[in-house]
C-alpha cells in the first residue's frame, strides 16, 4: 500500500462529494431537520408540560370529596377538567375526546367519614396504553391514602371498644375521623424525597435525539459512499485505476479513508450544533466521545464496503442499503430508547451498529459515567467493523459484471 496514493484517492474524493449539494443535503441538512422537529415534538415530555386531562364528576358536597380533586389537580402532569354524568362516561365533551373520567358518589364523603367501604368510578379509553396507567395510578394513589383514613378510623373503633365497650361508636369516629385525615393529609406519615442518582444527568430532547438520528444518518451517508463506490466501478474508473500502477489495497483504502473522514465530520458538525445552539450535553469524558464516534464511523464505513461488495447495481445497494439502515434504526435505539422493547428485541438490537453505538454514548451523556464505560461498545464495534471490512476487501470486484 503506498501511502501517497492512498491520500491522493482519499482527497479526490472528499473533493467530489464536498461539491455535491444533494450529498450535504442527506449529511447535514436532513438530520438536522429530522432532529429539531423530533426533539421539539417531543419536548413537553422532557420538560415536564406534558398534561393529561382527566374529567371528574363530583355528585358529593363533602370535604373528602372535595379533598380528593383538590389533590388530583394538584398532582404533576394531571389536569382536572369538570364534567357531567354522560361526558364522563362517554369521555367526551363537545368534539373534545378524553382519555380517562372519574365519577364520584354522592355518599362518598359520609362513608369515609364513618369508616366504611366506598367506590370510585374511574372510565378509561381502552385503545390509550400510555396515558391509562399514568392516570389510573394516580387515582389508586389518592384513593389509598383515604383508605388509610377509613382503616385508622375502624382500627380506633375496634380498640376502644375492646377497653370499653360501652363507649358511643360515633363519638370514637367523630374524634377519630378529624385525626385521621389531618395525618394523612397535612403530615403523611410515609413522604419520599426525590433526588438524581449519582451521576445521572438531567436529560433535555436533545441529549436523546441527536445521538440516535446521528448514527441513523451517518448510516445512510455511508450507504450514499457504496453508490458511489458502485458508479465508479461501472463506469470503469476502477477498471482503468487498475492499470496505473496503484495496488487494490491503495484503491480501496483512499476511498475508505474518505468515506470515513466525511462520517467523522457529520457526526462532529452534528453534536456541535446539538451542544452549542441547543444545549445538548456532551458527557464527562471528551476522548471518550470521540473514541465511540470514531469507532462507530470505522464500523459504518466498512458496512458500506461489505453492501458494496455483495450488491450488483447501485440500485440494489440504495434499495437493500435503506432497508438494512431502517432497519437497524428500528431495532437498535435510533427511534426510541431500547429500554422500552421487549427483551428479546433488546437481544435482536444489539445485532445492530446502532445498539452499540448508543450503548456508548448514552453511558456518557445520560448517564454520566466515565471513559471506561465505553471500552465495550467501543471494542464490539471495532470486531465488528474489522470483520466487515475483512469480507468486504475480499469480495469487492473492481469490475462490473
Not at 10 to 36: E, Q
Not at 148 to 175: C, H, L, M, Y
Not at 234 to 239: A, E, I, V
Not at 335 to 354: D, E, Q, R
Request: aromatic residues 8%; hydrophobic residues 50%; proline residues 4%.
Amino acid at each position: 500500500m503506498n501511502p501517497r496514493k492512498l491520500f491522493d484517492i482519499a482527497l479526490k474524493d472528499l473533493l467530489v462529494v464536498g461539491k455535491d449539494r444533494g450529498s450535504w443535503i442527506l449529511l447535514l441538512i436532513t438530520p438536522l431537520a429530522i432532529i429539531m422537529v423530533a426533539s421539539f415534538a417531543l419536548g413537553p415530555a422532557f420538560s415536564g408540560q406534558l398534561k393529561s386531562e382527566l374529567l371528574v364528576t363530583n355528585h358529593d358536597p363533602g370535604q373528602a370529596a372535595a379533598e380528593l380533586v383538590s389533590r388530583l389537580g394538584g398532582m404533576e402532569g394531571l389536569s382536572v377538567v369538570t364534567a357531567g354524568d354522560e361526558e364522563t362516561t362517554s369521555l367526551t365533551i363537545g368534539d373534545e375526546r378524553y382519555k380517562a373520567g372519574l365519577v364520584i358518589p354522592a355518599d362518598f364523603t359520609a362513608r369515609v367519614m364513618s369508616g366504611q367501604d366506598t367506590k370510585l368510578l374511574v372510565y378509561v379509553d381502552p385503545t390509550d396504553n400510555v396515558n391509562r396507567p399514568f392516570m389510573v395510578g394516580m387515582i389508586d394513589g389518592i384513593a389509598s391514602r383515604m383508605s388509610g383514613i377509613v382503616a385508622s378510623v375502624r382500627v380506633a373503633v375496634e380498640e376502644v371498644q375492646k377497653f370499653a365497650p360501652q363507649t358511643d361508636v360515633n363519638a370514637v369516629v367523630a374524634d377519630a375521623v378529624p385525626m385521621a385525615t389531618k395525618q394523612m393529609s397535612a403530615n403523611p406519615p410515609v413522604d419520599t424525597e426525590i433526588s438524581n442518582a449519582t451521576g445521572l444527568q438531567e436529560v433535555n430532547m436533545f441529549d436523546t435525539q441527536v445521538p440516535g438520528y446521528s448514527v441513523m444518518f451517518l448510516l445512510f451517508g455511508v450507504m450514499l459512499g457504496a453508490e458511489m463506490l458502485l458508479e465508479e466501478r461501472d463506469k470503469g474508473t476502477l477498471g482503468r485505476l487498475m492499470v496505473a500502477p496503484v495496488s487494490r489495497s491503495s484503491i480501496l483504502g483512499g476511498k475508505l479513508v474518505a468515506q470515513f473522514v466525511i462520517a467523522m465530520a457529520q457526526m462532529t458538525i452534528l453534536f456541535s450544533v446539538g451542544h452549542f445552539v441547543f444545549g445538548m450535553n456532551l458527557g464527562n469524558s471528551l476522548p471518550g466521545l470521540v473514541l465511540i464516534i470514531a469507532v462507530t464511523a470505522f464500523t459504518a464505513t466498512a458496512g458500506g464496503l461489505l453492501l458494496a461488495s455483495v450488491v450488483r447495481t447501485r440500485r440494489q445497494a440504495t434499495s437493500l442499503g435503506t432497508l438494512i439502515v431502517i432497519l437497524m434504526s428500528a431495532l437498535g435505539g435510533s427511534w426510541w430508547p431500547l429500554s422500552i422493547v421487549p427483551g428479546f428485541m433488546l437481544v435482536i438490537g444489539h445485532f445492530t451498529i446502532n445498539a452499540w453505538a448508543l450503548d456508548g454514548i448514552n453511558a456518557l451523556i445520560i448517564k454520566g459515567q466515565g471513559f471506561s464505560a465505553i471500552l465495550i461498545p467501543a471494542g464490539v464495534l471495532f470486531i465488528y467493523g474489522a470483520v466487515c471490512f475483512a469480507i468486504g476487501l475480499k469480495m469487492f470486484r473492481f469490475r462490473g459484471a
